[in-house]
């Protein structure tokens, strides 16, 4: 054992009456305080990281469709408005093939 007696004053209510008061209505108060919502907290500390992750599943999703992007082909035929092609078509009585009704119409797969 210690030899050293331990000073209990703190806890004499009848030493210091407005000092033991303000520690119990301290003490209370901060028992009686709500307690911060779990769930926030948690969000708060984890957010910046899975907004993180969110972007990069975002990115790799997308990075298909980014890479398979095709580039439009600038064709004579394109460039012409296709109602005004059909109506000079149709002016000069001529009958064009279906291939190039198709190209005329944006088709992909047109030949």
Known sequence: MDDQRL????????????????????????????APHPFLHEFMAWGRG?????????????LP????????????SRSVDPVLQVAAWAQAGAIPSDATLLAIAGAPDAR
């Open 7 to 34: 000073d209990l004053s703190a806890l004499d209510r009848h030493g210091d009456p407005v000092r033991y008061r303000q520690r119990v209505s301290a003490l209370a108060a901060a028992a009686l305080a709500p």
């Open 65 to 76: 469709v980014w890479s398979s992007a095709r580039k439009p082909q600038a064709t004579a």
């Open 50 to 62: 899975a907004v993180a992750v969110g972007a990069v599943l975002a990115m790799v999703t997308w």
